[in-house]
């Protein structure tokens, strides 16, 4: 094989102010870059979606936020072609921030080796981010018990769709919340949640309501806003709260105010709300990895992956993302 | 002495829609009831004003809430007149939901005996309800660790007094967020705040900021509403933030929406949110007594009460409380 010579990468042009665009973006032809002492030179396979990648053109979270005129961040599993550090060979596979583009050179110790699976996807939704955010966050975050009646927003999502299910395995009675009646159906017929509820067809209090008579016990937030809102006024006492994400907040101006009942609710009810990156529990990832590969190989859990191909279509999927097109893990297959 | 005849009786006369005033309240001349089986004849000595006094008007919260026209409800120290249960006699002391007035006949089993103490008041203050939601809220809910930067708000009232003081016990940086001049001197000359912020001065954000400048650990939240949200967006990785109440939205109509950031700043710090009350730890009573009692014994832990003389004084009271005039545990004594 020739080496590689030109680099595409995809910039974050402009940071949006409102919803994010395609112009917001630009492709260029860069260079591929050279591997320094301690790196290495990977190729980009699979990329990441996650709303999250919108969250970082906001500020600085729990990472730094990207800036205008960078290669757009982004996770990804990514294959090493040169290493200049120990313990990693070309022809490996690894997890790492790549970014949007075909090469990146990246420090080894920013670099998680990954196992060789078929297909290579799973490494990306139920053993990547997203099993493992679903899992931690509702065993861990929310404490979960058997047979309690759970709710998950963003439920046809990525992460969702792993937490409505990981709940079903343990005898929960299971709720999910999602945009339209096509996701909903494919929710209770195919992932076997006991209930789905379409927030586009309207305010859902009392949907909600009516579908947890004796309240949410545990509610697995993806999402902020309102359905955090009417989520929060169905809990029961010492209900718990894993707080995910807010992905209703990342697009677009944030709302000026956040959900009423915050913090008079969370008395009355002595609701506990954790909020919780997945990398918070690594201790106990190979314990999780265990469990989600028991329950795959079982038929329990079922893997739902949205891939696109092509890296140039990487803005695209993710600003599809946003507006919840796709169902289960969202990735761009680049190499 | 002669058998009483007159029961004076503070009647919530209407529901207050907006802020609570005298108009809200009347009193009349009922007569003194009887005690039933079961039940105890009782003369209210002392009663313990509470922001959550207001909140009941709006609604049920962890108990029902007070209708008009009925005799407002108060938790209070009263003597036994009567008692046709077992284990009650004339004379005992206890401590009940009395309501306002002289005299009432209630469920023994509603009634928790109390020692004689010298001053009776203490039973309200630091050993009563408010010295164990601050003892609770700041160890348990709020998982206080030794060396920690912690906020209060109400930080002059009956519950943030104390919890300022056992924070600082505890060896921590107290920041107290009080209303005037006054009390924020008061907090650190006589209490031994690190420090105190005077909300009425201006927006908190920036003071708090420099008054915490590597963040707050622990934020121990009477207040809720603009308070709330200036300590949430101050506080570090792993906070926890103690919801005791949320005073800033009981009198007068509740504001259309809570803080921003919730819970988007809850997910990028992993903070635990964590509402309470002091029953959910009545199992730990007796350990938090003795510490109290050996803080009170070595002068580390200052008792403030604020008493006002009078039945015909209590709504007065509650309606100065709302508007913050008092420093430390407010009550009123009936007999």
Redo the contacts between chains.
């Keep these: 094989m020739a080496a590689p010579t030109v680099n595409r990468q995809i910039l974050l042009a402009e940071t949006p102010k409102g919803k994010l665009d395609q112009s917001h973006f630009r492709l260029i032809e860069g260079s591929v870059p050279v591997a320094g002492e301690g790196e290495l030179l990977v190729r980009t396979r699979l990329v990441s979606l996650d709303a999250a990648n919108r ?1 970082w053109m906001q500020g600085a ?2 990472r730094s936020a990207v800036e205008a005129d960078s290669v757009m961040a982004g996770g990804a599993i990514a294959e090493v072609v040169e290493s200049k550090a120990p313990g990693f060979a070309p022809g490996d596979l690894i997890f790492a921030d790549t970014g949007w583009q075909d090469y990146a050179a990246i420090p080894a110790r920013s670099a998680t080796k990954m196992p060789k699976l078929d297909p290579m996807s799973h490494l990306l939704s139920v053993y990547g981010i997203a099993g493992l955010t679903a899992y931690f966050g509702l065993l861990r975050a929310g404490r979960l018990k058997d047979g309690e009646t759970v709710a998950v927003s963003a439920a046809a999502g990525s992460v969702g769709s792993i937490v409505g299910q990981i709940a079903r395995i343990k005898g929960c009675h299971v709720i999910g919340i999602a945009g339209g009646k096509e996701k909903c159906d494919w929710l209770v017929r195919e992932l076997g949640f006991n209930q789905a509820i379409d927030y586009k067809a309207g305010p859902i209090f009392k949907t909600l309501k009516a579908a947890a008579p004796h309240g949410i016990d545990v509610y697995f ?1 993806n999402v ?1 806003g309102d359905i ?1 809102e009417a989520c929060l006024f169905n809990m029961n006492l010492h209900g718990r ?1 894993a ?4 992905v209703s ?1 990342y697009d677009g101006a ?24 997945v990398n ?1 529990y690594d201790d106990e990832r190979e314990k999780a990895l265990t469990d989600l590969e028991s329950w795959v190989a079982s038929g329990q859990l079922k893997v739902q992956e949205d891939i696109l191909d092509g890296l140039e279509n990487t803005p695209k999927a993710l600003i599809g993302l946003l507006a919840g097109e796709n169902r289960g893990k969202r990735m761009v297959r680049v190499a």
Excluded: E, N
């Design positions: 969250a979270t729990y937030d902020g955090f709260i707080c995910c994400g807010a907040q944030p709302s000026p105010h956040g959900p009423r009942g915050v913090p008079g609710m969370i008395v009355v009810k002595r609701l506990s709300l954790q909020g919780f990156i918070d």
